[in-house]
């Protein structure tokens, strides 16, 4: 079965630093990985995508991740965080056999100022 | 415009009663989704229909019924509600099957006493 793990419930940042939130993947064949962003309150948006080609995938708001088969990773990075970036992260995997979106437990990012 | 929207936004009824959820779209989209987020932030899909057609029937209790009277519409009905099924509930809609971006509505609190 497809699924994707996220280890960290919350990872906390200062405004200005680079920030990673992490997601690992479990797969059967080439992965169609995403990562989604949930504001307080509101629905997800979608941030960005691998489907094939670049391993470095750019998404948005400065968002981009970074595809790494030999580690089965997928960690979503942006260069100087801001206060704003505060929400509930969601990596997720499309299962190719039922389409289905399989998404991780999510991870609380907190940008201190 | 509101790309997803979903009505009622809070929905606090007592055990046993029936409610529906409504959800439109107005991206012209042939895909639409009803997702289930718990109090933990787990998010999991229920049903997607294609073009008005069943696609995903996840395993949920038979007193949740989607009904799909046009692609840009597709509602929720629950009977007989219980108070387990209180959570958040999303409506999302994609292109097609094959695209991979979903867009998220705001989401129905549901509260069941």
């Known amino acids: 079965a497809q699924s994707v793990a996220q280890p960290e419930d919350q990872v906390n940042v200062a405004e200005g630093n680079p920030l990673t939130v992490k997601c690992t993947y479990s797969?059967?064949?080439?992965?169609?990985l995403f990562w989604y962003v949930q504001y307080p309150n509101r629905g997800l948006q979608f941030l960005l995508k691998y489907i094939t080609g670049d391993n470095l995938v750019k998404g948005s708001y400065g968002f981009e991740a970074e595809f790494n088969k030999s580690q089965t990773s997928f960690h979503l990075k942006k260069p100087s965080a801001l206060v704003s970036d505060s929400a509930l992260y969601f990596c997720a995997v499309r299962d190719r056999d039922t389409d289905k979106l399989i998404f991780g437990t999510g991870t609380r990012l907190q940008v201190f100022p | 415009d509101t790309a997803v929207s979903q009505t009622p936004k809070y929905l606090v009824t007592q055990m046993g009663n029936d409610k529906s959820i409504k959800c439109e779209q107005n991206l012209g989209h042939d895909t639409m989704y009803w997702y289930k987020q718990d109090s933990k932030k787990f998010l999991k899909i229920m049903f997607s229909?294609?073009?008005?057609?069943?696609?995903i029937n996840e395993t949920v209790p038979n007193r949740f019924s989607p009904k799909s009277p046009d692609k840009a519409h597709l509602n929720l009905h629950i009977n007989s509600l219980e108070l387990g099924d209180s959570a958040v509930y999303f409506c999302?809609?994609?292109?097609?099957?094959?695209?991979?971006?979903?867009?998220f509505g705001p989401g129905t609190r549901l509260t069941v006493t």
């Open positions: 999302a809609s994609s292109q097609d099957l094959t695209v991979h971006e979903q867009y």
């Open positions: 229909y294609n073009n008005k057609e069943l696609i």
């Open positions: 797969v059967s064949g080439n992965p169609y």
